[in-house]
């Protein structure tokens, strides 16, 4: 029980190491421009060690996009957590999600390369499975505190997140990110704004 137990952590670490060399990369080059190669350079680790764990780029990248976004959804509620108003709240997590657009990792990986690497189906999937309930849940608490007008929460989401996530691609693919996040978050502010109960 106690060897299978470390075999497991070793595992686990060994997947770790893999997915934040990979993300380095990714964030720093490019899908395209990285090798499973580069990763096993980066890691140390042999070929037959990374491929024990994903079977090839592709779902080495997935794992890092979702990982990416996991850690992108922990930050968004920690932000959203530091308040108590639930109209505070959503404004709270747009900025998280704003500032992070402004992050290598989040501009390349998740904005740029996820929807033409996993196909924009699997990537608005990938996208919702961390960021819609998150919103669902913010809107509706919003709703019910009387602060935001009453409308279908799941179809207000849905819009509320690609209005977002067309938000963070002006900003990655903007010349002057830093402008642009200012654009952007003024911008979505006036469309909250439209939404707020008064």
Request: proline letters at 3%.
């Amino acid at each position: 029980m106690k060897k299978r137990r470390s075999q497991s952590e070793r595992s686990e670490k060994t997947t770790h190491s893999i997915l934040s060399a990979a993300m380095k990369l990714f964030a720093k080059r490019g899908f395209r421009a990285v090798t499973l190669e580069d990763v096993v350079q980066r890691t140390g680790l042999t070929r037959g060690a990374l491929y024990h764990h994903f079977k090839n780029k592709e779902q080495l990248f997935v794992a890092v996009v979702e990982s990416v976004e996991r850690d992108l959804a922990d930050r968004i509620v920690g932000a959203a957590l530091t308040v108590d108003e639930p109209w505070k709240r959503l404004e709270a997590g747009f900025t998280a999600f704003l500032d992070a657009c402004l992050e290598p990792a989040v501009q390349r990986i998740l904005l740029l390369d996820a929807p033409a690497v996993l196909g924009v189906e699997r990537w608005r999937s990938v996208e919702a499975d961390y960021g819609l309930g998150l919103l669902r849940q913010g809107l509706e608490a919003a709703m019910k505190a009387g602060v935001v007008r009453r409308c279908p929460p799941g179809a207000l989401s849905h819009i509320l997140l690609g209005a977002l996530a067309e938000a963070g691609l002006y900003v990655a693919q903007a010349k002057d990110p830093k402008t642009a996040r200012k654009e952007v978050s003024s911008t979505l502010a006036t469309l909250l704004e439209g939404l707020r109960k008064r």
